[in-house]
């Protein structure tokens, strides 16, 4: 009884002593994030506040109009005594010009400087500078800077959620043109969020969205008229709306030089390197490391293709790729060979463009009979560069990669006989290969495969098939819609955010309560079989951290636990 008695006293002290240190390293914690933090959050809530009694009495253009007055009456007075007309309206549009474009200049500036800090962020404090600069720029009338600060104001970044004042700011914007802002307002009217619920006045925004050129809209739309939702079902509307989408992305992925950097495959295929986890442990990261400077070839291949297109959670990093890749292809590696004929074919801040030496490195890589280096020299005969243009080398390397099984080389030979590049067109073989290559996944065979589909080229034509290709198409291309009520489709998957838009949905409507309840038990499932699927050992530890999981009082938790033990072990020991 007295150990016992002994151990529990002793569980109690210890319980207190580090609930007192721990409320001193909080307390101590929270001052010092009040001295970092407040001063930025609060200038960014009183830009908001400004910038929102600008938009709404149009006050950024009367800004601007006073700047230029302002600096007008100071050359008026300069140039006093000047009777002649000519020169006085030409030093007047002289000055009007250059006063709007250093006002425009700096807001763009300041813009650039606010996406340069947001895309380094690591912290909350970072981000809080970016979103100041954002600020500072929308003051001055920049319209993306207007843009982030309404998703500011909707969202609730850093504690100034408004939506009622993120309608305004969106209102304002949707009339000077930004598609953006129409399809923020088409999302809110379509959800009846801080606004009216209207399905027809979000079909109207979704529309305007679309015509200025928003990829979202356009998908959203698509979406609807190819389900039926809220508008007359019609397959050929809808093909028109993705088609647009897929028009622009494929156009820049051709444009790309080599091999496409978001779809470089894992060649050589260590198994956790190749598989579909999205984030690399770190401490099996550092286990590679090691491996791959001890020689471990395979793993250096593996190690230089994340590297060089920022996978797995690792940064893109030209340099450590290349190290990776020229101690593999000393070992003999003609996959390294063939990636750094790669990097050199399209120029990076490790290596200067060079088609002559991109030339000799997939020559190494095709002699070794290697599929990518064989591909490599295709696209160098097929474009011209560093060798005299020549269609038949072209379609010789080709093939033997296709032969191979690579799939880039298969869909270089279906737009050869599609396009009829140095051959006769023909629609049947440009199928073939379209569709081989598609097989692996091959974003732009898919695309030809959908135009192929859409415009009846060499196949029947079949508007539903169309559609469906150039939804894998854009899927392939990460723009991935997530499906929201109604058709709303966003480009990706906020757990987060999803709960809040339906906290919203569910305060805007009272009818809304039951269908948000099964939404959400849908999503929270949703979430707990992801957390399970992607359990792994540094993920579990991180959930295991009792400071992230119980919080700051976890202490009292656990001797909450242990107490009632030891209650019942004194119960048994008595009976």
Same mark, same amino acid.
């Given at each position: 009884?007295?150990?016992?008695?002994?151990? /529990?006293?002793?569980?109690?002290?210890?319980?207190?002593?580090? =609930?007192?240190?721990?409320?001193?390293?909080?307390?101590?914690?929270?001052?010092?994030?009040?001295?970092?933090?407040?001063? @930025?959050?609060?200038?960014?809530?009183?830009?908001?506040?400004? /910038?929102?009694?600008?938009?709404?009495?149009?006050?950024?253009?009367?800004?601007?109009?006073?700047?230029?007055?302002?600096?007008?009456?100071?050359?008026?007075?300069?140039?006093?005594?000047?009777?002649?007309?000519?020169?006085?309206?030409?030093? %007047?549009?002289?000055?009007?010009?250059?006063?709007? *474009?250093?006002?425009?200049? !700096?807001?763009?500036?300041?813009? *650039?400087?606010?996406?340069?800090?947001?895309?380094?962020? %690591?912290?909350? *404090?970072?981000?809080?500078?970016?979103?100041?600069?954002?600020?500072?720029?929308?003051?001055?009338?920049?319209?993306?800077?207007?843009? =982030?600060?309404?998703?500011?104001?909707?969202?609730?970044?850093?504690?100034?959620?408004?939506?009622?004042?993120?309608?305004?700011?969106?209102?304002?914007?949707? %009339?000077?043109?930004?598609?953006?802002?129409?399809?923020?307002?088409?999302f809110l009217s379509s959800y009846g969020?801080?606004?009216?619920?209207?399905?027809?006045?979000?079909?109207?925004?979704?529309?305007?969205?679309?015509?200025?050129?928003?990829?979202?809209?356009?998908?959203?739309?698509?979406?609807?008229?190819? @389900?039926?939702?809220?508008?007359?079902?019609?397959? !050929?509307?809808?093909? @028109?709306?993705?088609?647009?989408?897929?028009?622009?992305?494929?156009? #820049?992925?051709?444009?790309?030089?080599?091999?496409?950097?978001?779809?470089?495959?894992?060649?050589?295929?260590?198994?956790?390197?190749?598989?579909?986890?999205?984030?690399?442990?770190?401490?099996?990261?550092?286990?590679?490391?090691?491996?791959?400077?001890?020689?471990?070839?395979?793993?250096?291949?593996?190690?230089?293709?994340?590297?060089?297109?920022?996978?797995?959670?690792?940064?893109?990093?030209?340099?450590?790729?290349?190290?990776?890749?020229?101690?593999?292809?000393?070992?003999?590696?003609?996959?390294?060979?063939?990636?750094?004929?790669?990097?050199?074919?399209?120029?990076?801040?490790?290596?200067?463009?060079?088609?002559? #030496?991109?030339?000799?490195?997939?020559?190494?890589?095709?002699?070794?009979?290697?599929?990518?280096?064989?591909?490599?020299?295709?696209?160098?005969?097929?474009?011209?560069?560093?060798?005299?243009?020549?269609?038949?080398?072209?379609?010789?390397?080709?093939?033997?990669?296709?032969?191979?099984?690579?799939?880039?080389?298969?869909?270089?030979?279906?737009?050869?006989?599609?396009?009829?590049?140095?051959?006769? *067109?023909?629609? =049947?073989?440009?199928? %073939?290969?379209?569709?081989?290559?598609?097989?692996?996944?091959?974003?732009?065979?898919?695309?030809?495969?959908?135009?192929?589909?859409?415009?009846?080229?060499?196949?029947?034509?079949?508007?539903?098939?169309?559609? !469906?290709?150039?939804?894998?198409?854009?899927?392939?291309?990460?723009?991935?819609?997530?499906?929201?009520?109604?058709?709303? !489709?966003?480009?990706?998957?906020?757990?987060?955010?999803?709960?809040?838009?339906?906290?919203?949905?569910?305060? #805007?409507?009272?009818?809304?309560?039951?269908?948000?309840?099964?939404?959400?038990?849908?999503?929270e499932t949703t979430h707990l079989l992801?957390?399970?699927?992607?359990?792994?050992?540094?993920?579990?530890?991180?959930?295991?951290?009792?400071?992230?999981?119980?919080?700051?009082?976890?202490?009292?938790?656990?001797?909450?636990?242990?107490?009632?033990?030891?209650?019942?072990?004194?119960?048994?020991?008595?009976?």
């Amino acid at each position: 009884m007295k150990p016992l008695s002994l151990l /529990i006293g002793i569980l109690i002290i210890l319980g207190v002593t580090i =609930k007192t240190i721990k409320a001193e390293e909080h307390n101590k914690r929270q001052k010092e994030r009040n001295v970092t933090t407040q001063v @930025s959050v609060n200038e960014i809530k009183q830009y908001l506040s400004h /910038i929102l009694e600008q938009r709404t009495s149009s006050n950024v253009i009367n800004k601007r109009e006073n700047l230029l007055e302002k600096k007008k009456n100071q050359r008026k007075i300069r140039i006093k005594g000047f009777q002649n007309k000519d020169i006085l309206k030409r030093n %007047k549009n002289h000055l009007q010009k250059q006063a709007e *474009k250093n006002f425009t200049d !700096e807001g763009d500036q300041l813009f *650039k400087m606010g996406i340069k800090v947001l895309q380094q962020s %690591k912290s909350q *404090k970072q981000k809080e500078e970016a979103y100041l600069l954002f600020a500072k720029a929308a003051d001055m009338g920049n319209l993306k800077a207007m843009e =982030k600060m309404a998703d500011a104001l909707l969202f609730g970044n850093f504690g100034v959620q408004n939506i009622t004042a993120a309608i305004q700011l969106y209102e304002s914007l949707a %009339k000077e043109g930004s598609c953006k802002a129409q399809n923020a307002l088409g999302f809110l009217s379509s959800y009846g969020i801080g606004m009216e619920y209207d399905q027809a006045k979000a079909l109207i925004y979704y529309t305007f969205g679309s015509a200025g050129g928003n990829m979202m809209s356009q998908m959203i739309l698509g979406y609807r008229y190819l @389900s039926g939702i809220n508008v007359l079902q019609n397959c !050929e509307v809808a093909l @028109s709306y993705y088609k647009k989408v897929a028009d622009y992305i494929a156009d #820049t992925f051709e444009k790309s030089e080599g091999v496409p950097v978001e779809k470089v495959r894992l060649t050589e295929r260590p198994e956790n390197l190749s598989s579909n986890s999205e984030i690399l442990d770190w401490d099996i990261y550092q286990y590679y490391k090691f491996l791959a400077e001890r020689g471990d070839v395979q793993i250096q291949v593996s190690l230089g293709q994340l590297h060089l297109i920022g996978r797995k959670g690792l940064d893109q990093d030209y340099y450590k790729a290349l190290h990776y890749f020229l101690k593999a292809a000393k070992a003999g590696s003609a996959n390294a060979m063939a990636f750094i004929g790669k990097m050199y074919l399209e120029g990076n801040a490790a290596v200067p463009q060079n088609n002559t #030496t991109a030339f000799k490195y997939f020559s190494m890589a095709a002699s070794k009979g290697n599929a990518i280096g064989l591909h490599g020299l295709g696209l160098l005969y097929f474009r011209g560069k560093g060798v005299p243009l020549n269609y038949a080398e072209a379609l010789k390397y080709f093939q033997k990669a296709a032969e191979k099984g690579w799939p880039d080389a298969q869909f270089q030979l279906g737009f050869m006989y599609y396009s009829g590049s140095g051959i006769w *067109k023909d629609y =049947k073989l440009a199928f %073939k290969y379209f569709y081989l290559a598609s097989q692996s996944g091959q974003p732009l065979a898919i695309y030809y495969l959908a135009k192929m589909y859409a415009t009846g080229t060499g196949v029947v034509r079949s508007c539903r098939t169309a559609v !469906e290709k150039r939804l894998t198409f854009l899927k392939k291309r990460r723009c991935i819609q997530w499906r929201f009520s109604y058709g709303i !489709e966003l480009p990706f998957k906020d757990i987060h955010l999803a709960r809040r838009l339906y906290d919203m949905a569910a305060q #805007t409507s009272p009818d809304a309560h039951i269908p948000v309840l099964f939404a959400v038990m849908k999503l929270e499932t949703t979430h707990l079989l992801r957390d399970i699927l992607f359990f792994n050992f540094t993920t579990r530890w991180n959930w295991l951290k009792l400071d992230n999981t119980i919080g700051a009082h976890w202490d009292l938790f656990v001797i909450g636990l242990i107490v009632p033990g030891l209650i019942l072990l004194l119960r048994n020991h008595h009976g």
